[in-house]
């Protein structure tokens, strides 16, 4: 019974394609992230959305985008893949309203070719 | 510019003694730590948090002390197990102004047998 779930869990495309990763919590959470791990093992935030709404838009290229049909999916939309895009992507949803922790989902690992 | 900073890439210990890792913040804002702790191929799981009106929080084989002048912390595992073999990323959030957790880079801890 994951709490959050994301896929797929490994994603092989070309350059310039179009792709979306999808994330699900079952934890009633109200606000979900999307993370980027980056070659350098940095966990960075990309978006932040609480109850659909977005709240934190990090500098990612427009390229990158966010949709939240309701409070437990936020899935990621990239258009015209490039090779500086490949990385794990994380999801992650926490209660919100500071003081809260965030769980993570097992990540995506894109690869760009 | 990294708010938040874990100094020591890597870390080995003998199974049985006290693993010590630390973390430095930069942004006086932030009010809530957070540990996390990863294994490869697996999202962050979190594993302890400290809010910044105490500075201690204990969970088992886990304890988290914060402080707050020298804007540190750090996490005591004692004993160190084995399993506690993985990267440990320090974070943290300010509860004000939405939930944004900023991780530092990790620490690699080995727990040798």
């Known amino acids: 019974d994951t709490a959050v779930s994301q896929t797929p869990k490994y994603l092989v495309t070309q350059m310039g394609n179009d792709k979306s990763i999808k994330c699900e919590q079952n934890l009633g959470h109200d606000t979900m992230y999307w993370y980027k791990q980056d070659s350098k093992k940095f966990l960075k935030i990309m978006f932040s959305?609480?109850?659909?709404?977005?709240?934190i838009n990090e500098t990612v290229p427009n390229r990158f985008s966010p949709k939240s049909p309701d409070k437990a999916h936020l899935n990621l939309h990239i258009n015209s893949l490039e090779l500086g895009d490949s990385a794990v992507y994380f999801c992650a949803s926490s209660r919100g309203g500071g003081f809260s922790e965030a769980f993570f989902g097992q990540g995506t690992r894109l690869t760009v070719v | 510019d990294q708010q938040v900073k874990q100094n020591s890439p890597s870390l080995s210990v003998q199974e049985g003694r006290i693993s010590i890792l630390n973390c430095d913040y930069t942004?006086?804002?932030?009010?809530?730590f957070l540990w996390y702790k990863k294994y490869p191929a697996e999202g962050p799981t979190f594993l302890i948090s400290?809010?910044?009106?105490?500075d201690k929080n204990e969970d088992g084989r886990f304890t988290v002390f914060l402080n707050k002048s020298a804007k540190h912390l750090s996490l005591h595992i004692v004993p160190s197990q084995p399993g506690d073999s993985a990267v440990y990323f320090c974070a943290a959030s300010a509860s004000m102004g939405g939930q944004n957790f900023v991780f530092g880079p990790g620490t690699r801890l080995s727990v040798l047998p």
């Open positions: 942004n006086s804002m932030f009010d809530y």
């Open positions: 959305y609480n109850n659909k709404e977005l709240i």
């Open positions: 400290i809010s910044s009106i105490k």
